[in-house]
């Protein structure tokens, strides 16, 4: 019997688990004469009045601003602000550190990104290439290159469905029909056991709660600052692990992430051994 290739992935928020703040807040409010706390104001404001979806609002109030202010909101100019975001440390050599990590114990790691945050601007980012899918906040832009309209507004619910998506291997989010057609958990590409959540607070529970039930493992990213704002994520079992936002060798994090791998590997290898033992004995039987 053909030996199953095993993967595992590693799904990560984006602004304060991967880093320090919003990304917007690095250079787009700056550039617009707004201090970040005025931006995000504004932007439940408009949402409270017309009771709008906080990332729609957000999204708007951007355009809005963009316009009034004659900056360029092309998908070019959201990727150079992706130049500006500074990174937690450790980041930028975490990816091939788990990735060899993995490949030592015959597993392939694949990292996605779940942010209510803007993917033009994580694809300025230097660690975008370590991504399969970024799925985040999107505009479409006219023919004329300038951004019209929001494409894809992801908020702490509609995350979900990537979760699904990714443990399906249905990554196209036009494709509606094969996510929800019905598919054994053995058929899955990725089951959820085999899925490790990154977030740093209450936006990302419902998919760490998820992946959490269904066999996964959820970790809750704080810098030292915020600890105290996510330690009830623990006491109310929608987290396994709680660790400090430093993805350098040796840290806390990365030792627990190698073992959650090392867990899920061996775990792997067994269910492979007992299922062989099983169509060995069943074709002896027959």
């Known amino acids: ?3 199953k290739k095993h993967i595992i992935a590693l799904m990560y928020d ?21 201090e970040a706390d005025e931006f995000w104001a504004e932007a439940n404001r408009i949402s409270v009045k017309n009771n709008m979806d906080r990332i729609l609002a957000y999204m708007y109030l951007m355009m809005k601003l963009a316009k009034k202010k ?20 450790g980041v930028k050599t975490w ?3 788990i990735n060899d990590f993995g490949k030592s114990l015959g597993v392939e790691i694949e990292h996605y990104i779940l942010s209510s945050g803007l993917k033009e601007i994580i694809e300025g980012t230097p660690i975008a290439k370590e991504f399969k899918k970024i799925y985040a906040c999107e505009f479409h832009y006219n023919e ?14 509609t995350k979900t469905q990537f979760v699904f998506r990714i443990s399906k291997g249905v990554l196209n989010v036009s494709d509606d029909v ?9 058929a899955r590409r990725i089951p959820y056991q085999n899925m490790i959540y ?18 996964g493992h959820s970790i809750a990213i704080h810098n030292k ?12 079992e929608r987290v396994n692990f709680v660790c400090e936002s430093d993805y350098q060798k040796d840290s806390e994090l990365e030792r627990v992430v190698k073992l959650i791998i090392q867990k899920v590997a061996i775990q792997n290898e067994l269910n492979d051994i007992s299922k062989e033992q099983y169509e060995n004995k069943r074709g002896k039987d027959e």
């Open 1 to 3: 019997m053909e030996k």
């Open 14 to 34: 984006f602004d304060k688990t991967l880093c320090s703040k919003d990304m917007q807040e690095y250079s787009f409010i700056p550039n617009i004469g707004m």
């Open 70 to 89: 004659d900056f360029p909101i092309t998908k070019q100019s959201f990727q150079e602000l992706g130049k500006d975001v500074i990174l937690f440390k």
């Open 95 to 97: 990816f091939k550190r």
């Open 144 to 157: 004329r290159g300038n951004a019209d309209w929001p494409q894809q507004a992801v908020n702490f619910t």
């Open 178 to 186: 094969a996510l929800n057609t019905k598919l054994p958990d053995e």
């Open 198 to 215: 990154f977030g740093d607070g209450l936006t990302d529970v419902p998919c760490m709660k998820i992946i959490k039930q269904y066999g």
């Open 225 to 236: 600052k915020q600890v105290h704002k996510i330690q009830s994520l623990i006491k109310d």
